[in-house]
């Protein structure tokens, strides 16, 4: 045993002079000191069952062999001054396979092998060997292991811009809020009976299912007009009849209908920009009005002008009766238009693009802003610009009862009413919602507006006013986002579309039976000539 | 009843306690594993526990992984095999430890009066492993922000004499921080009536 005693003791001698190698204070650092008995016990034994261990782990695999070599080594060369010093400088961490009999060649790879080992930066992950060997130098008691599990930790399973495309998408996946607990998942208030049943359904197949689009419309002579695809139909509410009212042209689509005051008349948007006025009655086209480089995503009316609002986020006036019929430019949007309404008594104009800006113009025809270059067509500026919404505002709607209110509603990241008073530019009220809001409408002769919502609630809103409480909800009103509304002339009946392929009617607001000729001078776009006692929908 | 009852909070076993001690590890490991930003927070969903709020992962990879470590480690704690527990949080690309997260694993010597001592209230016990999860937690704020990635890695301190599943658990380096540039702060205990848990995080920290 003496020939394994003395390499050993040179090994501790070696070690017990490179204080500073980052291996031994990393051994220092991590074995913590136990009691003074423990210590006492492992001073010997241990050492040779550490040794043991290793060697029946095949960490170290020669230990005869190499002891031997160490005593010839040291045969060969007696302790030298330089010999001495180039020791303390190596660590015990040599690759010991590399000894040779040599002495010269030996010294040098000692040599290289030291300065690579101490360029090495990972200096604490010296190999167990020599942490064991190390520890047992010290004389801090090694009788325990360190292990590992040998797998490595599961890599992160997504990355940062993962999860800030959940952020964004969080809405979409967002639970239905305030979800209702009753079996037909509606409420309606105490006070109030609202059906939450559709009174009719009508199929529409083909219908889009375009945030952006405006396809439906209900016109003062009780007829609805909805868009499918590259067709306009119009179903007559008094007598359930369907006229096809013609093709959109090969290659495009209907992108948005809307009704003249009278109900005479109806204006197809499409595609391609081109605006087509068609006789309700004949069902025949009268003319076609171009000049739009982009989708004309929505229309409104006011007597003989007709407004179409732009991709390319312009506002057209549009007179139907001057071959010009060009004869006013708004430009307020920087993204496309999707909201447009006039005012009843035609003083003013909102629009509501997918820039998440609300404009509201005055409606007279009248050169009021920057002339631009070329064409000479009257352009405006708007008279408020607000910027409150956070998403796409397609949702307008001018109050019938009080002239300078208009509620306008955002998409799916703002989900919220706001109401404005157009005289003062205030915003009046404001009220978030579970989901986006595709329509508004304020009810004719009660103080409520009805919003029409899409994902995740699909619902149908009754709101009071000003309190903007909730007076009824109809949530999953269609299977899928509930994306159009038209309010009926005689102000009682609801109807709505969606991409869910049909049109639902809904009777929201009951005509108070004194108060019908009331109603019928009042309704919200009829212009007098309403006939609320003919509603019938059969 | 009442001897009935004061028998039931006695019986707190060895088993018990160790399984009582495993579960702490889950959370805490967890804790530190969100807190520290090893794991991405959407990785994580809120769990009720201990009367609080904790966090654990909902990544299934690291979900099993953890659950397979912690088996073996309640092995060990059940044999009184095992003494220290140390996460170890390395720096991804250039493997330097950066955070030991080290839980010290003792056994407590039985009082000698043992037919007269009340077992330790599983509230108070709760209430210890409570304490130690907010600490970690309030830990984040003084600890040096990691900016770069991040991985961990769990090694278990055990005696020499500890059955050790044949090539799933390998000896390894002890991954420690050189002690010029390491701070150490000694965190809470709790202790059942079998074991005590301490607990201590040592940093990398460079002037």
Known sequence: MSTVKTPSRRRVRSEAKTPLTPSLLSAFNTVSIESPIKRATSTSIPLSDAFQRQASGGVIRKGGVESRIDVVTLDYVPPPKSAEVKRSRSTPAINRSERDRFISSRDHTLEVSATLDQMSLNAPSGSPTHTARLAAAAGVPLNRRILGYHLQPPSASSDTTLALQREFARPLYANRPGAIATSTGSTTNKTRKISTQPERVLDAPGMVDDFYLNLLSWSSLNCVAVALESSTYIWKADTGAVVQMGEAPAGTYVSSVNFSNDGAFLGIGLGTGDVELWDVERGTKLRTMGGHQAQVAVLSWWQHLLSSGCGDGSVWHHDVRVPRHKVMELLGHSGEVCGLEWRKDGELIASGGNDNVVNIWDGRVGDTGPPVAGDGVATGNAKWTKRNHTAAVKALAWSPWQPNLLASGGGTNDAAINVWNSTTGARLHTHTTPSQITSLHFSPHRKELLSTHGYPTNAIGVWSYPGLERVAEIRDAHDSRVLFSAVSPGGDMVVTGAGDESLKFWRIWDVPAGDSKKGKMSSGRGDGVTRSGVLSIR | ?207
Do not use: C
Not at chain 2, 39 to 68: C, I
Not at chain 2, 75 to 83: A, E, F, M, P, Q
């Open chain 2, 1 to 207: 009843m009442p001897p009935t009852k004061q028998a039931n909070r006695q019986a707190i076993t060895l088993k018990g306690s160790t399984a009582l001690v495993t579960e702490f590890f889950k959370y805490a490991v967890n804790t530190i594993l969100f807190q520290r930003e090893v794991y991405p927070s959407d990785d994580f969903h809120m769990v009720k526990k201990y009367g609080q709020v904790v966090l654990v992962t909902q990544d299934l990879a690291l979900e099993n992984y953890l659950e397979k470590i912690l088996k073996q480690v309640q092995k060990w704690i059940l044999t009184g095999s095992v003494t220290q527990l140390v996460l170890v949080i390395l720096a991804k690309d250039t493997r330097t430890t950066l955070e030991r997260w080290v839980f010290d694993v003792k056994l407590v010597e039985p009082p000698k009066d043992s037919s007269e001592s009340i077992g330790k209230p599983e509230a108070e016990i709760q209430s210890e492993i409570r304490a130690i999860l907010k600490q970690i937690v309030s830990m984040v704020t003084f600890l040096p922000v990691m900016t770069e990635e991040k991985v961990f890695n769990i090694l278990a301190y055990t005696s020499d004499s500890a059955d050790v599943p044949a090539g799933e658990w390998v000896d390894t380096d002890p991954l420690a921080i050189e002690a010029s540039k390491s701070q150490q702060v000694k965190m809470r205990s709790f202790s059942t009536d079998v074991h005590r848990i301490e607990a201590m995080v040592a940093y990398r920290y460079e002037e």
